[in-house]
């Protein structure tokens, strides 16, 4: 890693004098001038005689040069003036300048971390249109939701998610057309007015019928992407007196009535249950819902259901959904942690948690995420003592610090590794781009969505949260290592990291270029890639609050190998099945996330950071965003 250079841009005017080459006329006169023998010569006669005699020369050599030159301009004004005169008077006058000529000065040598912030993605220094570069990519990133949404409306209207390869929908998170939902709110963000009549449409005329026939549904992922994208299409749409992005579509309280019948049902989750833990799947035809055929539920999911409750009570009035989700955070407070750590599964029928296994990979990562944002959502309200929460999700980053963070050989990238059989066995340098999401709430729960400028100059912020900014700093960094360091420039789903006690060759990503090729290794069953917005969703953040524009580089060079390698022409984007290799085999599946968030995310990171601001709104884990009520 490369050390910064020791000039910085206080340096632009200073005097290079060590770098410029100077004269044998400069060399001698300025040793003349600065030397004892300066001092010497002038203290005698001799001496302030040959000065005056050098002077006197000099003067009489300047005029001898102005002198032939206008003779010789005369000359050939008139005619007469010879091609040997002129080159003379030339070679006199070209001599004379370079005796007096002073060297250029070389530019100021930038470190390499000026040279990012001083320059823009291409290269080039701070131009005045660099933010109309930015509205071009934006514009980029919208086209690419239209055209994924041009292949789901075309062969997959009403499924769940498209096959963009066979051009077919299919249906595999309960046939609530979860496609159409998820990407509502992205529509109405970008100003896609015939996308969102589209959808809202769909919704009015389909949706109800759909959650009063449907059988079985996960409670997890019904909740966060289709009542997520209700909530969040209903605030954009100006419920609540929102911010009336859409200007076509339903009624918001259509959006608001569907999502009231859908929690009705998904209530039962709860209800059921002996515990306050609730089951996993939830059957919507007639509101019975039951654990999942091992008994468990992940510790993610119970926990990731409190944003949307939360909100929904808030605007309906009701308050038994917040009621049922806040009883769960309520529960987990109550049972024993490692260093605020909790293994990533849990049963609804004990109200404990299962097995040893610690990880922020799948299963575990957003109750992390949820413990800081239910409390900024909640933080401001008159409803209770919610600080517990924050307590909670402070001293899980103290033990993510000590007990999960390593670094990588040779390059020392920083990771999260995961402990499979608890806190006493072995860590293991496996990091799913799951993970991810954390350098993103990382950076969120320090500054509270503010930007880094205006909390320092707050005073806001602590020693503690400076490091928390600088570890989310130095992971997102990794995270687009993982990105970076493979052939197709896209991030396998998973990524294990070379340390001292693990290492296994002929595992690369296939860039031999990259820096970090030795330091992350990615095993055959790992490579595929979901077009997953973890990366983008931490980018989209740390943008927000360090303005740091390397991240919205990096946001770019991730959607460029988007478009180049995973875009089919038909319509739509597809997962890969090796991200290694080039071209990269199609898995056929386009995940509904893909436009609920990876595309938001991109869209969001490349435009003003005004819109849907941070200290005003909490998104989701699905990208929806719902804004944070005050007293």
């Given at each position: 890693m490369s050390k910064s250079l020791p000039y910085s841009m206080k340096d632009v005017h200073y005097d290079n004098a060590k770098f410029r080459h100077r004269s044998l006329f400069k060399v001698i006169t300025q040793t003349l001038l600065t030397s004892n023998m300066r001092r010497e010569c002038l203290s005698c006669s001799t001496g302030k005689f040959l000065g005056l005699l050098m002077i006197f020369g000099l003067a009489c050599l300047m005029l001898t040069h102005t002198n032939k030159a206008h003779s010789v301009s005369d000359g050939l004004a008139k005619g007469i003036g010879t091609n040997e005169e002129h080159k003379e008077v030339t070679d006199v006058g070209i001599r004379f300048k370079k005796l007096f000529r002073r060297a250029p000065r070389l530019p100021p040598?930038?470190?390499?971390d000026e040279k990012i912030i001083h320059r823009n993605f291409t290269g080039k220094l701070n131009e005045p249109n660099v933010e109309e570069q930015w509205k071009a990519r934006q514009q980029n990133v919208k086209d690419a939701f239209?055209?994924?949404?041009?292949?789901?409306?075309?062969?997959a209207m009403g499924y769940d998610e498209l096959m963009p390869v066979s051009r077919l929908g299919v249906d595999g998170l309960g046939g609530l057309g979860a496609t159409v939902v998820d990407a509502l709110d992205t529509a109405m963000i970008m100003g896609l007015d015939e996308v969102v009549s589209e959808a809202g449409s769909w919704i009015e005329s389909h949706l109800l019928d759909r959650i009063r026939q449907k059988g079985q549904v996960n409670l997890f992922e019904t909740t966060i992407r289709v009542l997520g994208g209700l909530l969040s299409a209903y605030h954009l749409s100006g419920g609540d007196q929102g911010m009336t992005l859409a200007q076509k579509g339903p009624k918001p309280t259509i959006y608001l009535d569907i999502a009231k019948n859908l929690a009705d049902r998904l209530l039962s989750a709860f209800t059921s249950s002996p515990t306050a833990i609730p089951f996993s799947d939830v059957v919507l035809r007639d509101s019975s819902a039951h654990s999942a055929p091992d008994g468990l539920s992940s510790t993610s999911e119970v926990s990731t259901l409190q944003l949307e409750f939360n909100y929904l009570s808030a605007i309906s009035g009701d308050p038994k959904y917040s009621t049922e989700g806040m009883k769960v955070l309520a529960h987990l407070k109550t049972l024993p942690k490692t260093e605020g750590l909790v293994p990533i599964y849990i049963s609804p029928h004990s109200g404990e948690f299962s097995g040893e296994n610690i990880r922020l990979g799948s299963r575990g990562d957003s109750y992390y995420e949820y413990l800081i944002k239910v409390w900024l959502q909640l933080r401001d309200t008159q409803d209770g003592n919610f600080t517990y929460l924050h307590d909670m999700y402070e001293e899980a980053m103290r033990g993510v610090k000590h007990m999960l963070v390593q670094k990588s050989i040779p390059?020392?990238?920083?990771?999260?590794?995961?402990?499979?059989?608890?806190?006493?066995?072995?860590?293991?340098?496996?990091?799913?781009?799951?993970?991810?999401f954390l350098p993103g709430t990382l950076a969120l729960g320090v500054t509270k969505g503010l930007t880094k400028e205006k909390a320092m100059k707050d005073n806001l912020l602590t020693f503690e949260d400076l490091e928390n900014l600088k570890l989310a700093e130095d992971l997102t960094k990794t995270c687009f290592e993982m990105y970076s360091v493979?052939?197709?420039?896209?991030?396998?789903?998973?990524?294990?990291?070379?340390?001292?006690?693990?290492?296994?060759s002929g595992l690369d990503g296939g860039n031999k270029s990259s820096e970090y090729v030795n330091d992350i290794?990615?095993?055959?069953?790992?490579?595929?890639?979901?077009?997953?917005?973890e990366t983008v969703e931490s980018l989209f953040v740390l943008y927000r609050i360090t303005q740091d524009p390397k991240y919205r580089e990096w946001g770019w060079h991730i959607f460029e190998s988007f478009e180049k390698y995973t875009k089919v022409e038909s319509g739509g984007y597809s997962s890969l099945d090796d991200v290694t290799t080039v071209p990269p085999p199609k898995r056929d599946k386009m995940e509904t996330f893909f436009l609920g968030e990876t595309l938001k995310y991109l869209y969001l990171l490349f435009g003003d950071s005004?819109?849907?601001p941070l200290d005003k709104f909490v998104f989701?884990?699905?990208?929806h965003p719902l804004p944070i009520k005050s007293s």
């Open positions: 040598r930038l470190s390499p239209t055209h994924a949404w041009s292949g789901y409306k075309k062969f390059s020392e990238l920083v990771f999260v590794g995961e402990l499979p059989v608890g806190p006493k066995g072995y860590l293991s340098p496996k990091m799913d781009h799951l993970v991810c493979t052939s197709t420039g896209l991030a396998p789903e998973i990524a294990y990291f070379h340390t001292k006690d693990y290492f296994e290794i990615i095993k055959h069953a790992d490579r595929h890639n979901l077009l997953r917005p005004s819109v849907i989701n884990t699905e990208a």
